[in-house]
């Protein structure tokens, strides 16, 4: 791929803006259709696929037996006891939500925006949402110790006549993550149809005719009905921007009611929510970079998309350093004793090299990305991407861990170290997200081809009859 | 109910959006009301050349939001305040500002389904089945690259010849008759 010193005649770059293209010159309605619909009508399904397929099929088998094993003997056999009673839990029911951020960032926030650039990506980064709230939502869930009995934290008339407790945010949070895993369902499926329907009068076999029919609830592409699919599509963007900052802030309440030192602060939620932008783009840059090299669409995914991510990357990470420092900044203005140990127990106690590892892959390491011969390279994106969602996780791990190990009296003390059975459920839920994601690369479309074919420049309407076609082009 | 019978309307095929709003302009000029252009992605030129100004996706919207937010609201305060009342570090029965999050989340969830079921419901979908699907060359470009404009029979201005030979004269791909 080309760097910043490539020639002038480079056709991904743009003559007059020097930018890289969004989608490679020269695609036609007809082309864009094909490219994106052959990945899912081919009836040759690449080894690639089956290869991953089933090395994440394993991850979930491995998820299923950590999960049957904690239902036959209860979360004892996780490593949390008093005082770190959540432990990997809820790190992990937070990162993963926060992964999930940024598919409703780009398929919402930037279209209200305007940023075009995102139309070949908010698809899969719409899926990447929803199959990480999949993940994040089952851990609050088997945490509860008798999962069978989680349809209490709804509000329904029960026989034993009682309610549930609406000052509390971990009932906020159930509304907050059914809500957000409802509308984003909603929102993908419907952003899907118009392209159900071309893979519907694409598809040759009996089988994908039938399903890709079912699926497309009839769509024949009224005008009518495409002008009522565009107000829905932008009043769901608009409802779903509001949606995703309170999400993110309600989880962070989970901490910043309660009282304990590192917990008990204001900047939680803006904070929280730049963190959960700054790991979803993150995990975006790690899906999208293997799948355009391996489905060979660089054309439609080009440098100009890795190039603004790495840069909404860039810009959330420094809201994600604001945050930090303003915890160690008020952890001395609060004059508080409490809070100036927990920062310093934060740094440099039992497990002051979390914090370390936090800050060198959060802060120090993504401010390469203000080179743009580094956001440009895919291969160190990716790896970036990759060192941002570990920085991510170890965030959660920080706040989580050395808060609750050290609270207000020494004899409460306590120490944490994961069980393999705490790691098996976390990979295995990693493994789950990829298993997922391969189906919907397979099955699905992955890039909106409706919308693709809206930025081609024929696309728009002229006030006089153009030339008729000659060339065929 | 009786299935209709016989001719649905005439269509014809374009090469370009361009194309595809004149020929939907004369169309509406000519006095032609019931037809529908089909487009492979929103052509919002198209919609007003037929006339089609204005939907109420985001009314119903409204309507669905308001609900969720009175439903909810009005559960958390009945559940608080008279069927399970609970002493939680002496707070008020009726803490309304710790009720506004789930309300808020309600609004959000209950105007998004409005939108995108009210969207479907107003384009009377789903509809596995339409006449246009019979039209030999609909599928292989409505979906894809082609536009389409088709005069319906329902219209009282509609003849099948007059409606073929207005269409033929709009620089079509080409013009078929559709039936039910």
Redesign the interface.
């Known amino acids: 791929m080309a760097t910043k010193d490539a020639p002038v005649n480079n056709p991904m770059l743009d003559p007059v803006t020097g930018e890289y293209r969004v989608i490679a010159p020269g695609h036609t309605f007809k082309s864009v259709t094909e490219k994106v619909s052959r990945i899912v009508l081919t009836s040759h399904t690449p080894l690639g696929w089956w290869f991953g397929f089933v090395l994440a099929g394993g991850f979930v088998c491995m998820l299923l037996t950590a999960v049957t094993w904690l239902f036959l003997k209860g979360v004892g056999i996780w490593a949390i006891t008093m005082p770190v009673a959540w432990g990997f839990a809820i790190i992990n029911f937070v990162w993963w939500i926060g992964i999930g951020h940024a598919g409703t960032l780009i398929s919402a926030i930037l279209l209200l925006f305007k940023q075009g650039w995102r139309n070949s990506i908010n698809r899969f980064a719409e899926a990447m949402t929803i199959f990480a709230v999949v993940c994040a939502g089952m851990f609050p869930l088997i945490h509860v110790g008798r999962p069978w009995l989680g349809y209490w934290l709804f509000p329904y008339p029960s026989t034993m006549n009682y309610w549930p407790q609406f000052r509390s945010p971990l009932l906020w949070d159930v509304f907050a993550v059914s809500t957000y895993a409802t509308i984003s369902v909603v929102f993908w499926y419907m952003g899907m149809i118009p392209d159900l329907g071309t893979l519907r009068d694409r598809s040759t076999s009996r089988l994908g005719q039938f399903v890709y029919g079912l699926l497309s609830v009839g769509w024949r592409g009224s005008v009518r009905h495409w002008v009522r699919y565009e107000t829905a599509s932008l009043l769901l963007a608009g409802l779903a921007t509001p949606l995703v900052l309170s999400v993110h802030s309600v989880i962070s309440l989970d901490f910043s009611v309660a009282l304990l030192p590192g917990w008990h602060t204001t900047i939680f939620p803006p904070y929280f929510v730049a963190g959960a932008i700054y790991s979803g783009f993150a995990m975006v840059l790690t899906l999208a970079i293997p799948i355009r090299k391996f489905y060979h669409l660089e054309d439609l995914i080009t440098i100009r998309h890795i190039d603004n991510m790495a840069k909404v990357m860039l810009a959330t990470g420094l809201i994600v350093a604001y945050g930090y420092s303003t915890e160690v900044f008020m952890s001395w203005y609060s004059a508080s004793h409490w809070e100036y140990f927990m920062m310093w127990n934060r740094m440099f106690g039992a497990m002051g090299w979390s914090y370390w590892v936090l800050i060198t892959c959060n802060i120090a390491l993504p401010q390469l990305m203000w080179l743009r011969k580094f956001r440009v390279n895919v291969g160190l994106m990716f790896l970036m991407s990759l060192i941002v969602n570990t920085g991510m996780w170890f965030e959660r791990f920080v706040i989580v861990v050395t808060s609750l190990t050290r609270d207000y009296l020494p004899s409460s003390w306590g120490t944490y170290r994961a069980t393999k059975w705490d790691y098996m459920t976390f990979a295995g839920t990693l493994g789950l997200f990829t298993f997922l994601f391969f189906l919907f690369v397979r099955f699905l479309p992955m890039i909106p081809m409706s919308e693709l074919r809206l930025m081609l420049p024929q696309a728009k309407v002229r006030e006089k009859h153009e030339p008729l076609p000659e060339a065929g082009d | 109910m009786p299935l209709p019978e016989g001719l649905y309307g005439v269509m014809a095929e374009f090469?370009?959006?361009?194309?595809l709003?004149?020929a939907a302009k004369a169309a509406y000029g000519a006095g032609y009301r019931r037809m529908?252009?089909?487009?492979?992605?929103?052509?919002?030129?198209?919609?007003e050349a037929?006339g089609?100004h204005r939907?109420e996706?985001?009314m119903v919207?409204l309507l669905g939001?308001l609900m969720g937010l009175a439903a909810?609201f009005a559960?958390?305060t009945w559940?608080?305040v008279w069927?399970?009342p609970?002493n939680?570090a002496g707070?008020p029965y009726y803490?309304w500002p710790?009720?506004v999050?789930?309300a808020?989340?309600?609004t959000?969830?209950w105007?998004?389904?409005s939108?995108?079921f009210?969207?479907?419901a107003?384009?009377g979908?789903?509809?596995?089945?339409?006449p246009?699907?019979n039209a030999p060359n609909f599928?292989?470009g409505?979906?894809?690259?082609k536009f389409f404009l088709c005069l319906e029979s329902t219209d009282p201005r509609f003849d099948a010849a007059e409606a073929r030979s207005f269409l033929e004269a709009q620089?079509p791909l080409s013009v078929v008759e559709v039936e039910y």
């Open positions: 090469e370009s959006p361009t194309d709003v004149i529908d252009c089909y487009t492979p992605y929103p052509v919002e030129e198209a919609a037929i089609f939907d996706v985001s919207c939001g909810m559960l958390e559940i608080s069927a399970y609970l939680i707070r803490s710790a009720f999050v789930p808020y989340e309600w959000i969830l105007s998004g389904l939108a995108a009210g969207m479907l107003l384009n979908l789903p509809k596995p089945y339409h246009v699907f599928r292989n409505a979906s894809s690259d620089r």
